[in-house]
């Protein structure tokens, strides 16, 4: 069995020796990378517990991480935080590639507890701390809370505190200065009262290098995340962005996703071009198994990686089929790997949402 590492996220960032900058004092030219630039490291959390996921949920959660991260593991290094009482359930069923650090954690969603890194022209990393609040106070974080320090120290990143209450999968960027926003999720009163877009757009200029910001609307309420954009809308390249459509017309996201997608198709990013917007259907059909009211049957969720693309698949052949075809044309020279993952779409989430890349 591999060495245990039970430094907690203190302890890390003390033997690290890294500072925690204060939001006023961070250094400039901060830039949040494209998802698709080399990754030195990609971060995960073996966090389904008992009470959020229940114990067949849970189980079937845990597999489905492990099959991520084994995926992830074969481009680039892994690192999955666990609970000591996991442990050894983790090391079973993720082998040997993928490294485990044991760190207290409420959850598995590493996308919205991890730090967003960015990077300066020198080449200095730091983790932007979002100050988690589970999804506005909506479900036990005290120890998530920790994991973007914790991360960051682990990472050699400097931590940069900010203002602003937000989660990883609420903000796509292509790392040229345009990112795309849900007002739902930022401007919702549950994570920053009181904020105007002006200044939230001022905050994320000073830790990202965000110059445009392509607001969408969401829907506040509809799901825990208060509608996240990494569900709705993701950059392919500069200029290029991947959207979804519920094509049910009763579905609450029926009205909203035809909005975004207008919103989107008259858009420029901050280099002026008009957005090319390509539209990935989601499935008509899911597999019985763990098909529930919060199963999030969508492909927009994909994760970028060191020579891959990992997307779902989730049984509907016609569907996952055009889903590869789609992103074989926007990823040309990378893998598109298709998984199972059904029990975390079960649990409201995705691959991207189970993610946080760390940049070379």
Known sequence: MRRRDF?????????????????????????????????????????????VWGK?????????????AQAIASVEPVYMLVNEEDYDVAARLCGNQVRLLVQPINDL????????????????????????????EKQEHDDDAL????????????????SLVLEGGGIEVDGHGTAIITESCVLNANRNPGVSKARCEAELRRLLGIEKVIWLPGIAGQDITDGHTD???????????????????????????????????KATDARGRRLQVVVLPGPDYVRPRYENKEFAA???????????VLCPE???????????????????GREIVQLNIDAIAAGGGGIHCTTQQQPA
């Open 147 to 162: 994991v973007a320090g914790f991360v960051a120290g682990r990472a050699g990143a400097a931590t940069l505190e900010s």
């Open 298 to 308: 969508g492909y927009i969720n994909f994760y970028v990686c060191n020579g891959a």
């Open 314 to 332: 989730f049984g509907d052949a016609a569907a996952d089929r055009n889903t590869k075809a789609i992103l074989r044309e926007q990823f040309p």
């Open 56 to 68: 067949r949920l849970k189980a079937g959660a845990q597999e489905s991480l492990a099959r991520i």
């Open 109 to 136: 969603w590493m996308r919205d507890t991890g730090p967003v890194f960015v990077k300066q022209a020198g080449g200095a990393l730091a983790g932007v701390n979002f100050n988690f609040n589970g999804w506005g």
């Open 7 to 51: 430094l907690s996220g203190a302890m890390g960032l003390a033997v690290a020796g890294l500072p925690v900058l204060p939001a006023l004092g961070a250094s400039p030219g901060w830039r949040m990378p494209d998802e698709g630039e080399h990754h030195a490291a990609t971060w995960m959390a073996f966090g389904a517990n008992d009470q």
């Open 231 to 265: 569900f709705y809308a993701r950059f392919c390249a500069p200029g290029v962005v991947a959207a979804g459509f519920e094509s049910d017309p009763s579905s609450p996201e029926r009205a909203v996703t035809q909005r975004h997608l207008d919103i989107l198709r």
